[in-house]
């Protein structure tokens, strides 16, 4: 069956590392997407990326990096410089960049990340 | 600014109605989407409306008002499983926007 596969589902980091969360597709989707989940706030877009080698900041891009090398994969890199980078993270993919009522979200299970 | 709002928590019973509301301010309006969320795991799409009305699927319905930016999800004959939290998104101009989210507790 095709999805989205995160890993790992939970990291603890010390605060000054740098760490990169996993995401894998097999849909054949184009379009990649990661969102940051904070308790009592809306998911809030990180970056997305609507095709291999582009990628466009979202919300809140700070201290955060992405590539897309890969159609099949999106890896986001949490550096030292996010002030708060605790939080779950959830992946997406989307058949194409473009009204998204023509291709709704399929999001992966998210990685939890602690730093401390 | 573009706010979606939407109740923190609802308690309803198993085998009862309960219905979520959303209201949104955005600037544009592509459509309305409605996403289900268990604990710990990824949001699984619902329902998407983007014309005023109701629309069935199966237990559950959605209703949108464009007038008055405002939907609703209905779920029917609740089930324990149906536990979860509920997250409205309404796509703009091209970006969609995030709801906090309902936690629904079902209680036997």
């Known amino acids: 069956d095709g999805g989205i596969t995160q890993s790992p589902k939970y990291l603890f980091r010390k605060e000054g590392q740098n760490v990169t969360l996993s995401c894998e597709q097999n849909?054949?989707?184009?379009?990649m997407y990661w969102y940051r989940q904070d308790p009592g706030q809306g998911l809030r877009l990180i970056y997305y990326?609507?095709?291999?080698?582009?990628?466009q900041k979202g919300d809140i891009a700070e201290g955060y990096s992405v590539s897309r090398e890969k159609k099949e994969s999106f890896p986001l890199t949490v550096t030292s410089a996010q002030k708060n980078p605790t939080a779950f993270y959830l992946c997406?993919?989307?058949?194409?960049?473009?009204?998204?009522?023509?291709?709704?979200?399929?999001f992966g299970n998210g990685t939890r990340l602690t730093v401390t | 600014g573009q706010n979606i709002d939407q109740p923190t928590e609802m308690t309803a019973t198993e085998g009862a109605i309960v219905q979520i509301n959303c209201t949104y301010q955005?600037?544009?309006?592509?459509?309305l989407f409605w996403y289900q969320q268990h604990a710990g795991e990824a949001p699984t799409f619902l329902s998407y409306?983007?014309l005023d009305g109701l629309e069935e699927k199966g237990r559950f319905s959605s209703f949108l008002s464009r007038s008055k930016g405002y939907s609703y999800l209905l779920l029917k004959e609740l089930q324990m499983k149906d536990s979860a939290s509920y997250l409205c998104?309404?796509?703009?101009?091209?970006?969609?926007?995030w709801g906090a989210g309902t936690k629904l507790i079902i209680k036997p």
């Open positions: 997406a993919s989307s058949i194409a960049e473009g009204l998204l009522r023509d291709s709704p979200l399929h």
């Open positions: 849909l054949n989707h184009d379009a």
């Open positions: 409306n983007v």
């Open positions: 990326s609507q095709i291999v080698n582009d990628f």
């Open positions: 998104a309404v796509e703009g101009n091209y970006q969609l926007i």
């Open positions: 955005t600037s544009g309006f592509n459509g």
